[in-house]
């Protein structure tokens, strides 16, 4: 465990607002950090504490794989900060976005806009109520 827990609840207090952290959040991500080593550098006999970057700090915050094992969870934060694959770059640039320009929503306001014959039917509500002859038909239905 870290020597220190109350240097890194002190970081991860820091970014509270900005990151919409709770006590019980901020709580978890010192667990977390706490349990990959996160901030130590040194020997075991003089350890001293280095603040991790914002952008991994984010990561442990928002308790991104907290559910993997210390050292695929390391490893996964290593590759997407390093940005090693054409993949890992596009994550961290994401994450750049997020973290550092202070992106709170998504870029789009809908994820699946909708389709032109939906604006169509939103358009016509007589759709549902009217005599559509290629939807009731009782000779054309099935073939559209």
Do not use: C
């Amino acid at each position: 465990m870290l020597q220190e827990p109350n240097k890194l609840t002190s970081v991860f207090n820091n970014h509270a607002e900005e990151w919409n952290l709770d006590a019980e959040a901020i709580a978890a991500a010192v667990e977390l950090a706490s349990k990959d080593k996160l901030g130590t550098s040194g020997k075991k006999r003089k350890r001293s504490f280095t603040p991790p970057s914002k952008l991994l700090l984010f990561l442990y915050a928002k308790g991104l794989m907290a559910k993997e094992s210390s050292l695929v969870r390391k490893a996964k934060f290593k590759e997407v900060l390093e940005g090693a694959t054409p993949e890992m770059q596009k994550a961290r640039e994401r994450l750049n976005t997020i973290v550092l320009k202070g992106e709170i929503a998504p870029t789009r306001t809908q994820i699946n806009p909708p389709t032109q014959f939906e604006l169509f039917i939103q358009m016509h509500p007589e759709w549902y109520s009217g005599w559509v002859a290629h939807r009731d038909h009782p000779d054309l239905k099935g073939y559209f």
